[in-house]
């Protein structure tokens, strides 16, 4: 996801639900599902999603269309497993951006 590598404190859900290549309707129903992810509400209810939201999303979004997953699946999963998912996304993530840097310079030899 690319929304981590720039510098802005918040995110609309218009950003988020580009960078996670779903509809902006998905994120809202994770948000409803998912205690966890809480975005801030602006003067209008517009969402703005923290990094913190971002990593509670994009765990979400790993488990669910990554992993197949379904929801009632990665509720139970977060609540029973939580650091040992954290820990193996943690991992997973670290290792995909190695091969997309490997794959980068390959391209470039």
Partial sequence: MKL?????LYYTIG???KAFNVNTSLIRFWEKEFDDIKPKKNAKGNRRFSHEDLKKLELVYHLVKERGFTLEGAKTHLKEQRQQT???FEMISKLK????ELTEIKNNL
């Fill in 15 to 17: 950003e988020v639900a």
């Fill in 86 to 88: 954290l820990s193996k």
């Fill in 97 to 100: 951006g190695i091969k997309e």
């Fill in 4 to 8: 981590s590598e720039q510098h802005k």
